[in-house]
């Protein structure tokens, strides 16, 4: 049985262990949303402490789509030069690098997009109280929105990341277009899953369609938006199934209509929601949420409950923590 320490092939993609740094907004992009140097530093860091995968924090792929002020853009081709740096350092580092993509619809605000807030429907996002009601996407705007993401992910590639991984998780759009709770359509992306996942299949085939054949395409999803009326998890793992038929390698599962950070919840609290998603996908699922102890996120893996692990605010306080779980891991296993 695979340990946190065993390299897994990820279509094609090597991975020295199963370690991940998982997408973490790090609030240092320019305005423009350009990388600056202290971003590249803050991933190279925790690649070289030896984790497998840094996923890179979300990546806007329309100005529409942007989240804040300091978040990083792939909207456009003048973001390349600082993508191929990021990438090139983390990959320097030995870990294998990806870019994640998004769209923020109603999580964003109209002062920093300069217009309306998108989203499915025009609901006030239950995970931002105070946020502004947005205006339903046209059906006649989509394809603009799938293409930004094929446009992102070709972008991300030929900045040297080795793969994407479309957000579809924590509220963002594609969260919004599953939730029942922010999709109130009656047109074909409304109503039952196979509708409100339309988009994300569409997105998903889009950006496939765009990348080099055979490059690894992941995606992060919301198993359970963890609030009353909300998605959960008999529809995430319908939406996984699909995902997987239509080409994703990997299923990042998160979950949490509005944050994925499990407040008051004990450790590992997806660990169940990733379970149920890899018994009905033939894909590595990863999973992230209160795993920082060592010992837990190796016992994950080696419980075959997932496949990969991620590790945020622990590795986001301590930027050796891969390092030292494999100090750990392999001394453990050395005297055992
Ligand atoms: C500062 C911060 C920024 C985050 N940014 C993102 C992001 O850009 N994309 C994303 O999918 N999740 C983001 N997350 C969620 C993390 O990837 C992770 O799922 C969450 O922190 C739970 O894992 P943990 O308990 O190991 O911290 C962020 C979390 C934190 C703490």
Not at 26 to 33: E, I, M
Not at 186 to 191: F, H, K, L, S, V
């Given at each position: 049985m695979p340990d946190l320490l065993s390299p897994l092939s990820v279509q094609g993609l090597t991975l020295r262990n199963r370690i991940v740094m998982p997408p973490m907004w790090?609030?240092?992009?320019?305005?423009?949303?350009l990388i600056t140097p202290a971003i590249v530093e803050y991933h190279r860091r925790r690649a070289a402490s030896g984790c497998g995968l840094v996923i890179v924090e979300h990546a806007f792929v329309h100005p529409r789509g942007r989240?804040?002020?300091?978040q990083i853009g792939?909207?456009?081709?003048?973001?390349l030069d600082g993508l191929t740096r990021l990438a090139s350092a983390i990959r320097q580092e030995g870990a294998a690098a990806c870019l994640q993509i998004s769209h923020a619809g109603s999580r964003g605000s109209s002062r920093l997009i300069g217009a309306p807030l998108l989203a499915p429907s025009a609901v006030r996002h239950?995970?931002?109280?105070?946020?502004e009601i947005p205006e339903a996407v046209p059906e006649a705007m989509v394809p603009e929105i799938v293409r930004a993401f094929g446009d992102a992910a070709v972008r991300a590639q030929a900045a040297g990341f080795d793969a994407v991984e479309i957000h579809a998780a924590h509220g963002f759009l594609l969260g919004q277009f599953l939730s029942p709770l922010t999709n109130r359509r009656?047109?074909?992306?409304?109503?039952a899953v196979e509708h409100r996942a339309r988009l994300h299949l569409e997105v998903l085939a889009e950006v496939r369609a765009r990348l080099a054949p055979g490059t690894p395409v992941f995606v992060r999803l919301?198993?359970?938006?963890?609030?009353?009326g909300g998605l959960e998890l008999d529809d995430a793992c319908w939406t996984a199934g699909r995902l997987a038929e239509g080409g994703a390698c990997l299923i990042d599962v998160s979950g949490g209509?509005?944050?994925?950070?499990?407040?008051g919840k004990g450790p590992g609290y997806f660990v169940p929601y990733a379970q149920a998603i890899k018994a009905v996908v033939p894909v590595p699922v990863m999973v992230t949420g209160g795993l920082g102890e060592a010992d837990l996120a190796d016992r994950v893996v080696r419980e075959g409950r997932a496949d990969l692990v991620g590790v945020g605010r622990a590795m986001l306080n301590d930027p050796d923590w891969a390092g030292k779980a494999i100090a750990r891991l392999s001394t453990a296993r050395r005297a055992g």
């Open positions: 790090s609030g240092q992009a320019t305005p423009d949303g989240h804040s002020s300091t792939v909207h456009a081709d003048a973001a239950p995970g931002e109280p105070e946020g009656d047109d074909q992306y409304g109503g919301g198993a359970h938006d963890e609030m009353p209509l509005q944050g994925s950070r499990g407040v």
